[in-house]
């Protein structure tokens, strides 16, 4: 009979999600920024959102030390500059502002560089219309309990 009852509790229980800290994957296609965002929303949870220092070391950990460079999920929205991952419960205060730019950036070169792409520990901004590897974020643990 308890069991019974533990299954009638779990059914009251609604879908309840939780997602872990970030962890990030190196995609190897060549996708312009707006379609790696739709790839990245599709099938995990976005372009990568890079809040921490150590964000910035687990991303050069991901894409090795050598030259390569990939897309992150920053991007110009009018005069300033936002993350693809919006909603703010996936942030710590402050961490949306958190930036790491390589010195003389972002310089909007011929003004069109409205996209933000990782190389080398450091941010630079690039035309969205470029094809790169890009980085995407998922949860590293997430728990999902849904009703019976
Ligand atoms: C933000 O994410 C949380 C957790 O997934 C969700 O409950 C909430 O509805 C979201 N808010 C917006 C504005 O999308
Ligand atoms: C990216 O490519 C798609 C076609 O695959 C195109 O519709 C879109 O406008 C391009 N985005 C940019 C910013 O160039």
């Known amino acids: 009979h308890i069991g019974f009852l533990l299954i009638l509790l779990t059914a009251r229980l609604c ?3 939780l997602c872990f800290p970030r962890e990030y ?3 190897e296609y060549e996708k312009n920024w707006t379609d790696a965002q739709t790839y990245c929303r599709h099938h995990y949870k976005d372009l990568a959102t890079i809040a921490s220092q150590e964000d ?3 991303l050069s950990h991901a894409l090795g030390n050598c030259q390569r460079h990939a897309w992150i999920g920053l991007y110009n929205d009018i005069n300033s500059w936002r993350w693809s991952l919006e909603n703010t419960s ?3 205060e402050g961490e949306t502002e958190f930036r790491r730019w390589k ?4 310089n909007d070169y011929s ?10 520990g ?3 901004d690039d035309p969205c219309s470029k094809k790169l590897h890009f980085i995407l974020q998922y949860c590293r643990y997430s728990l999902l309990l849904i009703g019976v």
């Open 15 to 17: 879908s309840l999600s």
């Open 25 to 27: 994957h190196v995609v």
């Open 56 to 58: 910035v070391t687990m």
């Open 90 to 92: 996936y942030y710590n």
């Open 103 to 106: 010195s003389g950036e972002p």
């Open 111 to 120: 003004r069109i560089e409205d996209c933000v792409k990782f190389r080398q």
């Open 122 to 124: 450091k941010w630079w």
